[in-house]
């Protein structure tokens, strides 16, 4: 089975909607960092240490020179990956063996040019060899994944993940629920990727009105997660959040990589048993 | 203006694509945005009032139709029958304000408050910033550090017409840039604010949408042919093509004309094998760019090369997914103009004509050479605007 549906079935024993108590439940912490950053041979470093940090899910970012979605510090580790040599074929060749080591399930997010240019057949291949389980492409058009990516993902064991924003409508979201599995990637806010910091009361507004709609999926709110304080009141509304620009910035200002990121994912997730409702 | 009904098999298809280029490959971020342009743009250009108002505008505010101009000592100097399609007479200096004219017009039917742009050349810039005046609607426009410099009058017009002009520091620093700044910016505003994008690319609707806007200078091309010669087509007609808005405006009306040669003109820069080119059909692969898949120039691992040319709003990696669709099926010839050819160009221009082009429509100029037109065949070209923005580059040029 794949692992990120796998990860969510066990959680959501100790998940599902217990949180009426004033006591938080665990959420899950999935992390972005940028592949090939800080230096090009860091990847599996980063995606290690984040496993023994105890990150529960980890998405790894193919790096693009033109990343639309994302704010300035997820812009800079981009260029700097590239700069590095990155690439999807290199990416391929450092996650190769990745399972020997790795447990958490993995994800790929990216722009859909350099997938398109790997060309799909073979990246959903590759994906599958080393292990990958599932993709985020925020660019890549619902009708198009539908019709001419689903069987290619499917056939690989690949979920594809959506996204959802305060602005998408009812319908849409009843839509993107019907075709989704894993988990919906729950955008916290009107922005582009570490723009705005901490979760608001109109957040939790529209967090609660997710929660109200019973959808068949699972929810992770991204954008704006930066510490312990903010994955646990995002996680209060969903089964977890995702850390990445604060991330990045850590790598960014990190002389000691594996205890960095270490000590980050701990800090994030540690002293989770109580927080005032 | 088309209606559904008329669409030609060149034009857009009901799902958003030319052949198979063209979609809205966009984070769910824009959708909202994107699907409501989409849902309500042909409805908005089809009502009447719409209609009436902009081309009220178009008339007494830009001063359409534009002169349709016999250049003669030109034409003496091809051996053939050149005639200039004036968009350089608009009101403030080019193409780009048909455009304009049309989105504000769009925006406050949608109820939008702010308007942003991006602007390579600052054309498009100016013509936004001045429509936002019109409309009083406030104005963010996004711009390249290095086009900022290089087109320093267009930077000072935009702000004496109260609009914010912000640099787009990231990547190659030009209009790609300025783009992907603008586009963030909608991500950040997505309730009140329209995106004024200023040419043929972009999600559907906005090739088609732009398109639409554009493409009364064909329409005028025509009458204005038929009244000059009594034909009703040309053989060729011409424009340059960065993202490509004046081509698409040139050719709109004669796409389905098959003996009409569309000729688009590409800059490449230093050259095209030189690493510092802007031509995109030439050197580029399909992709996707902006939100649509289309002809863009990138690594073998899908990164967008940063593009050069002397001119600023033709030094763009990527073009229209309606050219890219034109290469494709070879209704368009796609050609390409060096730098240096198109300052030659400008400069025999001004001396035989006392016209003074913009150095993007220079590099249209440029191909006359090549064309091979007889003196029996008439080449329709449009100079897409006016050179004063480019006086600085002209003048290292003069002895």
């Given amino acids: 089975m794949n692992r990120i549906v796998n990860l969510f079935q066990n959680s959501d024993k100790s998940s599902g909607g217990e949180s009426s108590a004033g006591l938080t439940r665990p959420g899950l912490l999935n992390v972005y960092f940028t592949a090939g950053f800080p230096e090009l041979n860091d990847t599996l470093r980063v995606l290690q240490a984040l496993q023994e940090g105890g990150a529960d899910l980890v998405e790894i970012g193919m790096p693009y020179s033109d990343p639309v979605a994302d704010g300035e510090t997820i812009q800079q580790s981009n260029d700097r990956a590239l700069e590095n040599g990155m690439s999807v074929r290199i990416l391929f060749d450092q996650l190769q063996g990745m399972r020997e080591t790795v447990s958490v399930p993995v994800l790929l997010m990216g722009y859909i040019n350099p997938v398109l240019q790997y060309g799909i057949e073979s990246f959903c291949a590759k994906c599958a060899e080393v292990g990958v389980d599932g993709l985020i492409l925020p660019d890549m058009p619902m009708d198009v994944y539908l019709d001419e990516y689903k069987s290619i993902f499917d056939a690989h064991g690949l979920l594809n993940i959506f996204l959802v924003t305060p602005q998408t409508s009812e319908k849409r979201i009843r839509q993107i629920d019907e075709v989704s599995a894993g988990f919906i990637y729950t955008v916290s806010s009107a922005s582009v990727t570490g723009s705005k910091s901490g979760v608001s009361g109109d957040m939790e507004a529209y967090f609660e009105r997710l929660d109200a709609m019973n959808l068949r999926n699972p929810r992770l709110i991204g954008f704006g997660i930066k510490d312990h304080d903010t994955f646990v009141r995002a996680s209060n509304h969903a089964a977890g959040a995702i850390i990445g620009s604060a991330f990045i910035r850590v790598l960014q200002e990190s002389t000691d990589l594996e205890n960095d990121i270490k000590s980050f994912v701990r800090s994030v997730k540690s002293s989770s048993e109580a927080i005032p409702a | ?399």
């Fill in chain 2, 1 to 399: 203006m088309e209606s559904i009904a008329e669409k030609k098999s060149y034009q857009v298809n009901d799902r958003g694509y030319y052949g198979t280029f063209g979609g809205a490959f966009i984070p769910e971020m824009l959708y909202p945005n994107v699907e409501e342009l989409r849902e309500n743009y042909l409805k908005v250009i089809e009502d009447p009032s719409f209609q009436k108002e902009y081309s009220d505008l178009l008339r007494d505010y830009v001063g359409r139709p534009t002169p349709l101009y016999r250049a003669n000592r030109l034409s003496e100097k091809y051996k053939t029958n050149i005639y200039l399609k004036r968009e350089d007479l608009c009101h403030t200096g080019a193409h780009k304000v048909n455009n304009t004219i049309g989105q504000i017009l769009m925006a406050q039917r949608l109820g939008k408050k702010r308007i942003v742009a991006e602007t390579g050349a600052g054309q498009h810039g100016v013509a936004t910033a001045t429509v936002c005046a019109l409309m009083n609607l406030e104005c963010t426009v996004y711009m390249g550090e290095i086009d900022i410099e290089r087109q320093a009058p267009n930077v000072a017009r935009m702000k004496m017409l109260g609009a914010e002009v912000r640099p787009a520091s990231s990547g190659s620093r030009t209009l790609k840039d300025a783009t992907n700044e603008a586009m963030r910016h909608w991500i950040n505003n997505p309730v009140d604010t329209h995106y004024i994008i200023g040419s043929v690319v972009g999600p559907h609707p906005y090739p088609d949408m732009v398109a639409r806007f554009q493409s009364v200078i064909s329409e005028e091309i025509r009458a204005q042919l038929n009244a000059h010669t009594g034909k009703e087509t040309p053989d060729y007609v011409i424009a340059c093509v960065g993202g490509g808005s004046n081509a698409a405006g040139t050719f709109y009306h004669f796409l389905d004309d098959e003996d009409v040669k569309l000729v688009a003109v590409e800059a490449a820069g230093l050259g095209l094998t030189s690493g510092h080119s802007a031509a995109t059909v030439a050197l580029g692969k399909p992709g996707v760019l902006h939100g649509s898949r289309t002809i863009l120039m990138q690594t073998e691992d899908g990164q967008v090369v940063e593009p050069f040319s002397i001119s600023a709003g033709l030094d763009y990696p990527g073009i229209g997914p309606q050219h890219a669709w034109l290469a494709a099926s070879g209704r368009g010839t796609f050609l390409s103009a060096t730098d240096d050819e198109a300052v030659q160009a400008a400069f025999e221009l001004t001396r035989l004509e006392g016209i003074i082009p913009a150095l993007e429509s220079s590099h249209a100029l440029a191909i006359l050479g090549r064309l091979g037109a007889s003196e029996n065949e008439t080449v329709v070209l449009t100079l897409s605007g006016r050179g004063d923005k480019d006086m600085g580059t002209y003048m290292k040029h003069i002895d």
